[in-house]
Each structure stands twice: as C-alpha cells, then as structure tokens.
C-alpha cells in the first residue's frame, strides 16, 4: 500500500480492496522480491511464480466464481497492479494475462469458451497474452496482414507478431487476425489458439527491451497454423476491430495504474536516498533544491493518483468511456516519467547504476508513453471531443 500518501482513500477502494493490498504486499515480499535480479538476467519470471500467483487468489479477480474467478471487481484488479510496482516487479505480465486478456475470454466467449479456458487462467496453470503488434503494423489495427482463412471445422493462420509480452510462456493466445482481407476493419477476428504442440506455431527470438527486462517479449510467427474454427471469439466473424476498440479502455486504465504507483514508488525512493544521503555536511533533504524538487513530484504523484482513480471510479460505474480512459493513460504517463527522471537525479551517479531500484524504474516507465496506445495516439482521442 501507498505510504507517501497514507489517508489518501480513493472513493472505489473498500476495506476488501486494502485487504488485498496487504496480501498482495506479503506474497510479493516472500515470493517475488528475492528472484527480480534473475528473472531480469533471464528475461522471465520462473513459471511456477504463475501458479503461485494463482493459488494466492491474485489471478482471474473480476471473474465470477462459477468459472473459477474471485467474483471481485476491476478494483481488485488495478489494486494487485499498483501493489507490483510498489514492490518493483516489473517483471511478471499480470496486467496482459488478468485485467486485459481474461476479459477478452470472458466478455466474448461463450459458455463452452469460459468453462475451458477460464478456471486455468484463474489458477495460473494457463498463461495469457495477445498477439496485436505486427512488425510494419503498430496502433492502425484494422490494417494487420495475419490472416485466417477457413478450411473446414479449422481456420489456417498465416502471419508474424512482434513485441508480444508472456510469448514465451503463454498457453493460450488470442490473435489478431484478418478472416476478411477485403474488408478493411469489418474483416477482423479475433482467435484463440492453444500453443502447446501446435504446429505451425514459432516463438522467435527474445527482444533485447530498454527496460522491463524480465518481462518475456518475443516475436511470434505461425506458418499453416491450424486452429479450429470453435476458438473464435464472439458469434461471428469480422467482430474483432470492435472488440478490440471496447476492451482498450481497460488496458490503458491498467497503464495509468501503473504510471500511479511508479511515481510514488520513485518519490519514495527518493525521499529515503535523500534522508541518508549528506552532502555538504547535511542530509540532502536540507537543502532546498532537493527539497522543492520532491515537493513538486509528490504534488504531481498525487495528481496522477487522482486522475486515474477518477477514471477507475468511473469505469465501474458502468461508463466505459474512451477519452476520460486516454485523459487518464496520458497524464499519468507523461508526468510519471518526468517525476523518475526527476527522482533520480537526486541520486547523482548511484541512480545510474542498476542496482538501485531507481534505475530500473527509469528504463521501465518509459514504455508507459507508448504500449496501450502512444501519447499521440491519446491525444488524437481526447481531441476528437474539443
């Protein structure tokens, strides 16, 4: 939970939600802390950390009970978010497996769909991820060139992804592909396939990232991929563009969770280096620099927190609504990132060393300005409704 600003109580967090922080908190201490440093080196988290995670009741939150959810609520979701980055796990692709892809499953599949897939996805033993991105394609999705043509009961896919988050451990993966060539936007479906032993289906190399370093992203490549045709989601084919443009808000509510947290992370980081740190035979926090520099990046940190917890509140009342989502994903990532930077430079050359949590952060946040959707690509967004 967040101790730079502790009676601060955002309307949509009830006592069940700070309950969840806490037992978040805890599991991430016994059992994700220690690994950080490896799983950075190896570029994945270890696999049974999934299982762990879903035996501590972490996965699948907003998921009703019948298919093996904890029947919460987005909150729980975006709580479990903030308490990884308050921890410095940015390593495990929670946010792509359980608030984003789950929802895909769950939102657009049908029963048989659901009684399936969902209770591993809840349990871990099931790792998700999406496959959008193409290597000459980024935020125009209505323009991917991956097909899936139909032949018989199975749809054969052809086409590659790139900067593909859990690609090396997902189990099942929803694609993005075009059933319909000719069709523009309406000709796109979204497919799930079931990667064990497929053929057709090739993880390629792992990507050397500027940060999230233990995050396992990869290109993915299917050549005659065969998937029965009873893994679409939704009734029909040509639904996924629209899918895709309902389920963004989610994701970029996920991001601006995460920029909140990141930033008071890194004030709180800070302010402790600044606290121990003496120059000039005084503690650091002395001197006024330093001091007017935290106050500005708590101010902000608290303005990112407030923004967002707007945008969460309003989610779950029902108002799914694209540019109060985009306001929210833009603010917090711009400011997040400028208050690492800020933060940081109060480190002198300890902040540029690896060791230090702060740095990792730095090389991290700045991602947050570009997946779910670019800053410009918000602004378009937002501008849309002057």
Same mark, same amino acid.
């Not at 101790?3 to 309950?19: A, V």
């Not at 979204?190 to 497929?198: G, S, W, Y």
């Given at each position: 939970?967040? @101790?730079?600003?502790?009676?601060?109580?955002? @309307?949509?967090?009830?006592?069940?939600?700070?309950?969840?922080?806490?037992?978040?908190?805890?599991?991430?201490?016994?059992?994700?802390?220690?690994?950080?440093?490896?799983?950075?080196?190896?570029?994945?988290?270890?696999?049974?950390?999934?299982? +762990?995670?879903?035996?501590?009741?972490?996965?699948?939150?907003?998921?009703?009970?019948?298919?093996?959810?904890?029947?919460?609520?987005?909150?729980?979701?975006?709580?479990?978010?903030?308490?990884?980055?308050?921890?410095?796990?940015?390593?495990?692709?929670?946010?792509?497996?359980?608030?984003?892809?789950?929802?895909?499953?769950?939102?657009?599949?049908?029963?048989?769909?659901?009684?399936?897939?969902?209770?591993?996805?809840?349990?871990?033993?099931?790792?998700?991820?999406?496959?959008?991105?193409?290597?000459?394609? /980024?935020?125009?999705?209505?323009?991917?060139?991956?097909?899936?043509?139909?032949?018989?009961?199975?749809?054969?896919?052809?086409?590659?992804?790139?900067?593909?988050?859990?690609?090396?451990?997902?189990?099942?993966?929803?694609?993005?592909?075009?059933?319909?060539?000719? +069709?523009?936007?309406?000709?796109?479906?979204?497919?799930?396939?079931?990667?064990? !032993?497929?053929?057709?289906?090739?993880?390629?190399?792992?990507?050397?990232?500027?940060?999230?370093?233990?995050?396992?992203?990869?290109?993915?490549?299917?050549?005659?991929?065969?998937?029965?045709?009873?893994?679409?989601?939704?009734?029909?084919? /040509?639904?996924?563009?629209?899918?895709?443009?309902?389920?963004?808000?989610?994701?970029?509510?996920?991001?601006?969770?995460?920029?909140?947290?990141?930033?008071?992370?890194?004030?709180?980081?800070?302010? !402790? =280096?600044? +606290?121990?740190?003496?120059?000039?035979?005084?503690?650091?926090?002395?001197?006024?620099?330093?001091?007017?520099?935290? #106050?500005?990046?708590?101010?902000? #940190?608290?303005?990112?927190?407030?923004?967002?917890? =707007?945008?969460?509140?309003?989610?779950?009342?029902?108002?799914?609504?694209?540019?109060?989502?985009?306001?929210?994903?833009?603010?917090? #990532?711009?400011? #997040?990132?400028?208050?690492?930077?800020?933060?940081?430079?109060?480190?002198?050359?300890?902040?540029?060393?690896?060791?230090?949590?702060?740095?990792?952060?730095?090389?991290?946040?700045?991602?947050?300005?570009?997946?779910?959707?670019?800053?410009?690509?918000?602004?378009?967004?937002?501008?849309?409704?002057?």
């Amino acid at each position: 939970m967040s @101790t730079l600003f502790p009676d601060y109580r955002p @309307t949509w967090e009830t006592e069940q939600h700070r309950e969840l922080r806490r037992h978040t908190a805890e599991f991430l201490r016994k059992e994700s802390v220690p690994h950080h440093e490896r799983w950075a080196r190896e570029h994945v988290v270890d696999r049974e950390f999934w299982t +762990k995670a879903g035996d501590a009741g972490l996965l699948g939150l907003d998921l009703p009970e019948e298919f093996g959810g904890a029947g919460g609520d987005f909150g729980m979701q975006m709580a479990v978010q903030q308490e990884l980055m308050y921890a410095h796990n940015s390593a495990f692709g929670f946010t792509v497996h359980s608030p984003i892809v789950s929802h895909y499953i769950y939102q657009y599949g049908n029963e048989d769909q659901r009684r399936r897939w969902l209770p591993g996805i809840s349990s871990g033993e099931l790792v998700l991820a999406i496959a959008m991105t193409e290597p000459g394609t /980024g935020s125009d999705l209505q323009s991917v060139k991956t097909t899936a043509r139909r032949e018989g009961d199975h749809y054969v896919i052809n086409g590659s992804k790139t900067f593909i988050s859990n690609a090396t451990l997902c189990d099942l993966l929803v694609i993005v592909a075009k059933t319909d060539p000719d +069709k523009g936007a309406a000709g796109v479906s979204l497919i799930v396939a079931e990667t064990k !032993d497929l053929p057709g289906f090739e993880r390629g190399r792992v990507l050397e990232k500027m940060g999230l370093h233990g995050q396992d992203t990869r290109e993915l490549f299917f050549s005659d991929m065969r998937v029965p045709v009873a893994n679409l989601l939704g009734a029909q084919e /040509g639904l996924g563009f629209y899918q895709l443009m309902e389920q963004l808000s989610r994701e970029r509510l996920a991001v601006g969770a995460i920029c909140a947290a990141l930033a008071e992370a890194a004030v709180l980081q800070a302010l !402790d =280096y600044a +606290k121990e740190r003496e120059a000039f035979g005084r503690p650091l926090i002395k001197l006024q620099h330093t001091k007017f520099v935290l #106050a500005e990046c708590k101010t902000e #940190a608290l303005a990112i927190r407030t923004l967002v917890d =707007y945008a969460i509140q309003q989610y779950l009342d029902g108002n799914n609504d694209p540019m109060t989502a985009s306001m929210a994903k833009l603010f917090a #990532a711009e400011r #997040a990132d400028r208050i690492v930077d800020k933060c940081l430079q109060i480190f002198g050359g300890y902040g540029y060393m690896m060791e230090y949590p702060i740095a990792r952060m730095y090389v991290d946040s700045r991602v947050n300005r570009i997946y779910g959707g670019t800053s410009e690509i918000m602004k378009e967004i937002i501008a849309r409704t002057l």
